[in-house]
């Protein structure tokens, strides 16, 4: 079994949310004032102290709210899609970290909590893939254990860590949750409203 000290963060915040509209919503400012991005990447760090952000190559993390004390990893494949973005992710983590798992976050979670987490770090390994379900949907984060990081370095623009999971079925341990917050992101610009309501 893992513990949360074996377990690092990698929040996924490359994409370009072609799905919310014109804006970017890493750097829309949520109630507390902090931009998504950082707030999202605040809940994370208190899951995991150990944790990484991945970003395009040109982003400005100053602008999208993120303090100088932020871990970040920068990919250059961004326009390729999730599955290239996490491939650099994970090389930069194979590189760097000798933890036991890596819990793959959004870049658009602020309301994740630990304690939703702390059952699927329990359950992690290096030979496991934890994915948190709520009433029979899948949610994040999903946590990777260290035997599966080769498989993920090696995943193409229009995977997924979902191609990960298919192909390692029998290594995959579902875990029912009670709380909505691993299935509460902001994908669509109507998705504000639950920055209202959640804060």
Same mark, same amino acid.
């Given at each position: @079994?893992?513990?949360?000290?074996?377990?690092?963060?990698?929040? @996924?915040?490359?994409?370009?949310?072609?799905? +919310?509209?014109?804006?970017?919503?890493?750097?829309?400012?949520?109630?507390?004032?902090?931009?998504?991005?950082?707030?999202?990447?605040?809940?994370?760090?208190?899951?995991?102290?150990?944790?990484?952000?991945? !970003?395009?190559?040109?982003?400005?993390?100053?602008?999208?709210? !993120?303090?100088?004390?932020?871990?970040?990893?920068?990919?250059?494949?961004?326009?390729?899609?999730?599955?290239?973005?996490?491939?650099?992710? +994970?090389?930069?983590?194979?590189?760097?970290?000798?933890?036991?798992?890596?819990?793959?976050?959004?870049?658009? @979670?602020?309301?994740?909590?630990?304690?939703?987490?702390?059952? !699927? +770090?329990?359950?992690?390994?290096?030979?496991?893939?934890?994915?948190?379900?709520?009433?029979?949907?899948?949610?994040?984060?999903?946590?990777?254990?260290?035997?599966?990081?080769?498989?993920?370095?090696?995943?193409?623009?229009?995977?997924?860590?979902?191609?990960?999971?298919?192909?390692?079925?029998?290594?995959?341990?579902?875990?029912?949750?009670?709380?909505?917050?691993?299935?509460?992101?902001?994908?669509?610009?109507?998705?504000?409203?639950?920055?209202?309501?959640?804060?």
């Amino acid at each position: @079994m893992s513990s949360e000290h074996s377990v690092v963060g990698l929040v @996924m915040a490359a994409g370009f949310s072609h799905r +919310f509209g014109a804006l970017d919503k890493r750097a829309l400012k949520v109630p507390s004032g902090a931009t998504l991005l950082a707030e999202t990447c605040k809940a994370v760090t208190q899951i995991c102290p150990r944790s990484w952000v991945v !970003l395009r190559e040109e982003d400005d993390a100053n602008k999208l709210g !993120l303090n100088e004390s932020t871990m970040i990893i920068r990919t250059e494949c961004a326009a390729l899609g999730l599955g290239a973005s996490m491939a650099d992710g +994970f090389r930069a983590l194979l590189l760097a970290e000798f933890a036991d798992s890596a819990a793959v976050f959004l870049g658009d @979670m602020p309301f994740i909590q630990q304690a939703t987490c702390a059952p !699927l +770090f329990e359950a992690s390994g290096k030979s496991s893939i934890v994915r948190p379900v709520l009433n029979g949907q899948p949610g994040h984060p999903v946590v990777f254990g260290r035997c599966f990081w080769p498989q993920l370095v090696l995943l193409k623009g229009g995977e997924t860590g979902s191609t990960i999971l298919q192909r390692n079925a029998q290594w995959v341990n579902h875990v029912p949750v009670d709380t909505r917050d691993v299935c509460l992101d902001i994908d669509r610009f109507r998705d504000i409203s639950k920055l209202i309501t959640m804060y």
